[in-house]
């Protein structure tokens, strides 16, 4: 699938230690890694900002859009634009999920899944390795 924003793995590697993002970004975002739950440094950010990807610096999610699921992952009902992420149908493990990934360059982000609150019904369960948090 072609992005907007294309890197190699060493420039995605340098790019992501220039941020000073946490060791496992790199993983997650370009490999679909997953954090563990409950070990993410925004899983209970509730402060008012925006979330942006880690690799490009799309904004993905408002703070507004975030709840708390009870899952050890940040969770989101909706994207901050509908544009502003990609999914495609995952089938790596034993059952099917739907990947959501930055729009703009690809990144991993982690998964939607329709249980989520209204108004949408779905729930954006998103790793913090591969966002970073901006206060309004």
């Keep these: 699938m072609p992005f907007k924003i294309t890197k190699t793995d060493a420039e995605w590697q340098a790019l992501l230690r220039e941020k000073g993002a946490e060791p ?9 890694a997953t954090e563990r739950a409950f070990t993410g440094r925004l899983a209970d950010q509730h402060a008012d900002g925006t979330y942006h990807c880690i690799c490009c610096d799309r904004p993905l999610f408002d703070g507004q859009a975030k709840f708390d699921s009870g899952t050890g992952w940040p969770s989101f009902f909706q994207p901050i634009q509908q544009d502003a992420v990609g999914t495609q149908v995952d089938g790596l493990l034993w059952m099917k999920r739907t990947e959501v990934h930055c729009a703009d360059c690809g990144a991993h982000l982690g998964h939607v899944f329709e249980d989520g609150p209204a108004p949408t019904g779905l729930r954006y369960c998103m790793n913090s390795a591969s966002l970073h948090f901006e206060p309004r």
């Design 24 to 32: 496992l970004a790199y993983q997650v975002t370009r490999h679909e």
